[in-house]
């Protein structure tokens, strides 16, 4: 009989707070950690699902709005090891409602790790 290892690279993503409620024109603040650094310690980026819906790109490359994202969203690096990011939004709508997601790209072991 033989007996096999696989060793993947496991990256762990923390989120925080898993759910807020806010009131309008509020400041909400999401907190994304990764127990690795991000590749280039800024490849992360920040999504937002509507129910029935695809999720849409808010920002990339930690702090860069995409095309069409309202500018009171913002995002920043937390420190300078490239494994905390946090999403702002300045002054919520109700329209910003729904699941935030934050996605990260890493190499590790020579391998390129995209979180989910």
């Given at each position: 009989?033989?007996?096999?290892?696989?060793?993947?690279?496991?990256?762990?993503?923390?989120?925080?707070?898993?759910?807020?409620?806010v009131?309008?024109?509020?400041?909400?603040?999401?907190?994304?950690?990764?127990?690795s650094?991000?590749y280039?310690?800024?490849?992360?980026?920040?999504?937002?699902q509507?129910?029935?819906?695809?999720?849409?790109?808010?920002?990339?490359?930690?702090t860069?709005?995409?095309?069409?994202?309202?500018?009171?969203?913002?995002?920043?690096?937390?420190?300078?090891?490239?494994?905390?990011?946090?999403?702002?939004?300045?002054?919520?709508?109700?329209?910003?409602?729904?699941?935030?997601?934050?996605?990260?790209?890493?190499?590790?072991?020579?391998?390129?790790?995209?979180?989910?």
């Amino acid at each position: 009989s033989f007996l096999f290892f696989l060793a993947l690279p496991l990256v762990i993503v923390t989120q925080i707070p898993s759910v807020k409620m806010v009131q309008i024109g509020q400041e909400v603040r999401i907190n994304c950690k990764t127990s690795s650094s991000v590749y280039g310690g800024n490849y992360l980026a920040w999504y937002l699902q509507k129910p029935g819906e695809a999720p849409k790109l808010l920002i990339y490359t930690a702090t860069n709005r995409y095309t069409g994202t309202p500018s009171r969203f913002s995002g920043s690096g937390s420190n300078n090891h490239g494994t905390d990011f946090t999403l702002t939004i300045s002054g919520v709508q109700t329209e910003d409602t729904g699941d935030y997601y934050c996605l990260s790209a890493h190499v590790i072991n020579s391998k390129d790790v995209f979180t989910q």
